[in-house]
């Protein structure tokens, strides 16, 4: 139980290359980063979760198919609810903890999926119970963005108190390895 108050567990999702970026220098997903059964894996995880969590420009740019969805944005002083959708909340984590959000959105128990970017991972990493990382093999993006402002995932994961536990090979030249808190 890593957010006091509330049993869920929180489970992160990313996909990145070798050099651990989850996109190109301009922000954009290159074809070659997105990899049919890491999406099928992702979608049937958030599908599962009691929220999904992700940063304003993956909202705005990946039309929300029917999920509660917490965003984090600075344009909120706390907690307030997307008036274009009603089971979004935009969050600001400067304003409220995420205990006291979960409270507020009568959410005890469940997976919390955090769906990055940079800025949303880096909040919960010291929070992560489990983090699933896809990595392609023969993808590299020099100057891309960072899934962790920290440094690589396999670096960064560790670092948090994350062990690597499964290996597997999704797909042809992709490695997706669940890491757990111990
Ligand atoms: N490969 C993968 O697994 C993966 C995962 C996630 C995203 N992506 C891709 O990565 C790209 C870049 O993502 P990104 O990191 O630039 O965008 P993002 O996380 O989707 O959105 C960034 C925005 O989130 C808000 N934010 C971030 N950290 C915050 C904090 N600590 N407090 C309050 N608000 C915060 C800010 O919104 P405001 O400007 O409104 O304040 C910020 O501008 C996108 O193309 C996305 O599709 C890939």
């Known amino acids: 139980m890593s ?4 049993s869920v567990i929180v489970e992160g999702h990313a996909i990145v290359s070798v050099d651990g970026m989850i996109a190109a220098a301009d922000g954009s997903m290159p074809p070659a980063l997105r990899n049919e059964a ?8 958030l599908d599962a979760a009691a929220l999904v969590v992700l940063g304003r420009l993956g909202h705005e740019r990946h039309p929300n198919p029917g999920r509660k969805r917490l965003v984090l944005t600075r344009s909120v002083a706390t907690l307030e609810r ?3 959708d ?9 304003g409220m903890e995420i205990g006291d959000v979960l409270k507020q959105l009568e959410i005890a128990s469940g997976t919390i999926a955090i769906t990055g970017g940079t800025g949303t991972f880096d909040v919960f990493l010291p929070l992560l119970d489990r983090f699933v990382l896809s990595e392609v093999r023969d993808l590299t993006l020099p100057d891309g963005i960072p899934c962790f402002s920290k ?5 960064v994961l560790p670092g948090a108190g994350l062990e690597a536990r499964d290996m597997e090979l999704i797909d042809r030249g992709v490695v997706q390895t669940q890491w757990v808190r111990p």
Do not use: K, M, S, V
Not at 38 to 45: E, L, N, S, V
Not at 86 to 94: A, I, K, R, S, V
């Open 3 to 6: 957010i006091p108050g509330a």
């Open 38 to 45: 890491d999406w099928r894996i992702f979608q049937a995880a």
């Open 82 to 84: 997307d008036p274009a």
């Open 86 to 94: 009603l089971l979004t909340q935009f969050w600001n984590p400067d």
């Open 151 to 155: 440094g690589h995932p396999r670096l």
